[in-house]
Each structure stands twice: as structure tokens, then as C-alpha cells.
DNA sequence: GTGCGCATGTAAGAGGTTACATGATTAA
DNA sequence: TTAATCATGTAACCTCTTACATGCGCAC
């Protein structure tokens, strides 16, 4: 399987297979998650979940309704099942590694409690390592004078510390 | 104007009025700052360039070197500051907020100190609101057992909180 | 002698957003 | 009557990533 940069084909896949929902479901599911990473519109909603279907990985139930237009439900396939499971194995590496972090973070649910272990701890590496080059860097324009760049590490650097607090305090409670 | 998504074109200007770089610079420049919200590949970053120069936004220097290939220092234009003003006055809606929020604070340096401060308070205000929508989310949800949407929340209630707090630190230290 | 840092660039393709189309119901 | 919620969908457009091409110097 290739890395494969950020898509909502399997973070789709992963929702449905937490509980069947339509598309207007999952948009409803997602308000309020949507502030650190986005999330997506009806325009690759709809279409995503086509091609899930088309691929076999997600069946339909159509619900009609007298007035509104027949929603339409979708579950997980246990081919869909498979295919989660072996995305889940792959090591988080896109280009955006908060979204595909929080993603799967929102599907933990779906996976055991060793995946999410193993996901907590690469994140924590992550941000660990980030950490260091932002100090480094820090260090090293003291006096570069460029305002914005110190400020944007000022944030980046305080952003990290909580998050490094928060994923040790959750890795704790496991 | 246009809203206009999330783009490197305004972003990258405004690190050029900060100082003259080179695309390899800009590069150079950008690394540790990734990490929140992935920064731009040279496939996109000379292209941007070239769009900047063809529009009159940005001047160039060709400085030759005897073994490597000649290196091209880009500097602002008058017109390029011109649009660089207009697009700091615009609020920032796009998809991803905290993208458009990481590259103002990145570009604060080429603000007015009040543009900067605007910036900061719309961002606490947008925080605060996702901070109310994930409390009334989570409280709604207690016991839904959806594991995965609460750890999530928690998630993003952590970092908003200190967000938040670098927030009012930040205002009250200008 | 292999890989990395320097330094620029192009082309194909993937993937997303925006805007549109439809249409009933309900609240201000 | 104007707008919002419910509910699905398509198509044009835009932008970014990935992968490639080129080529020197230096370190291991």
C-alpha cells in the first residue's frame, strides 16, 4: 500500500465503521472537529462515499422519506473492515501530520488499544522532535529580529508543550 | 477582492517584504514552522514565484556563482506591498483557520501593530466559539460512547485552552 | 562511490473547494 | 417572505503534491 497523502477515504471508511450514517450524518458528526484541521464538504463528501460504495467496502440502505429525498445510509463491509484495518497499520507520514493525527484520533474507536497506544506514542515523538528544532532555531536568531518568525515559534512552541501534556496525561490513563 | 482559499501567493509574498530570499531560502526559512500546518514543496513554491514575478508583485535578482546554478533573490515590489496591504485587511475565512492564522502570524512582522492585534482577537474570538461548541458537544454526548469523538474532544479542548491562553498573554504583552 | 546539501525547475495527477441545481418544511 | 434545516448530488476550477530532470561539491 502506498503512504498516500491525506484523504477522506479512509477517515469516511473509519466513521462508518464506529456506526452506519449518511453523508448529512457525517457532516452533522463532524461540526465542531472541524476548527483545528477542517473537514470536508459536501463536495468530496458525497463523492467519496460513491467510490466507496463503487469499491465495496460500504453497502447502502435506502431510507425514503414522503417530502425530504430518500436518505441514504451507509455501513462498513467487512472487505471495508479489512481495508481499515490494514490502513491503521500505516505510519502517519503526510504532509499535514496534525489531520492525520486528529483523524485517527476521532476513529480510536475502531481500533485496538495497542494501535492507539502506537499512534499516541508517534505523535509524541513527533512533537518531541519539533520541539527541538523550533528551540534550536529559537536560539539561534535570538537576535534576528524577525518578529513574526519569533512569534510563530513562541505559538508553535506553546501549542507543543500542551500537546505534549495532554498525550502524556491520556498515554498515562491507559 | 475574492475570499480567496487558503494559497501560498499571499503567504510567500509577505515573507519576501521581510526580507529579499531566494525560493531555496524561503524554504529554509519555513522549516520548523511545518509542523502545525505543513508548508509548501518546491513544487508549488518556484511556480508561486514565477506568478509573483509575472504579475509585477515581485522583482528579481539573478546572482550567478561559478559551479552551482545561479541563485534567484526575489525582492517586493511597490505593487506587491500594495497587495499585500489589501490582503491583510481581509478576515480570515478560510477552510483550515488556523493555517490562514499560522501564516499571518509568521507575516505580523509587515503589519501595523493594530492589524496584528485585530488578528490575535479574531482568533481568540473563533477559538472561543469552537471551545463553546465542543462543551455543549461533549456535555450533549456523555454517555453516547462514541470513544473516539470524546478523545478528540479532549484533544481539542486542550489545545484550545492554550491556545487561548497564549492568546491573552500575547495581547496583553503589545 | 554513495548520499546529502545546494539550487532550480517542469508535468501529471490527485484531491479538494466553490458554486450550482433541486425541493419540502418550519421559524422569524 | 426570507432564511435556515433537511438531503443529495454534479461539474468546473484551482492548487498542491509527487516524481522527475539536472548538476556540482563535500563528507563518510
Same mark, same amino acid.
Given at each position: ?62 431510507? /425514503? ?5 430518500? #436518505?441514504? =445510509?451507509? +455501513?462498513? %463491509?467487512?472487505?471495508?473492515? &479489512?481495508? $481499515? ?11 499535514? /501530520? ?5 483523524? #485517527?484520533? =476521532?476513529? +480510536?474507536? %475502531?481500533?485496538?488499544?495497542? &494501535?492507539? $497506544? ?57
Amino acid at each position: 500500500m502506498k503512504p498516500e497523502g491525506v484523504t477522506y477515504r479512509h477517515f469516511i471508511l473509519g466513521l462508518l465503521a464506529q456506526k452506519p450514517m449518511s453523508g448529512y450524518d457525517i457532516n452533522r458528526y463532524l461540526k465542531g472537529l472541524g476548527w483545528l484541521i477542517g473537514m470536508p464538504s459536501f463536495g468530496s463528501l458525497y463523492p467519496a462515499l460513491h467510490a466507496l460504495r463503487d469499491d465495496g467496502l460500504v453497502t447502502v440502505d435506502i431510507v /425514503p422519506s414522503c417530502d425530504k429525498p430518500a #436518505r441514504k =445510509i451507509y +455501513s462498513i %463491509s467487512d472487505r471495508g473492515r &479489512q481495508e $481499515l484495518a490494514a490502513w491503521s497499520e500505516l505510519p502517519a507520514l503526510s504532509g499535514t /501530520p496534525l489531520k492525520a493525527f486528529v483523524m #485517527r484520533l =476521532i476513529l +480510536s474507536g %475502531s481500533f485496538s488499544r495497542a &494501535q492507539v $497506544l502506537v499512534h499516541l506514542e508517534q505523535r509524541r515523538a513527533r512533537v518531541a522532535e519539533h520541539v527541538a528544532l523550533m528551540e534550536q532555531m529559537a536560539a539561534q536568531q535570538r537576535e534576528a529580529a524577525e518578529p513574526g518568525h519569533g512569534l510563530a515559534l513562541d505559538y508553535g512552541l506553546a501549542l507543543a508543550a500542551a500537546e505534549l501534556d495532554w498525550l502524556d496525561r491520556t498515554l498515562a490513563r491507559l
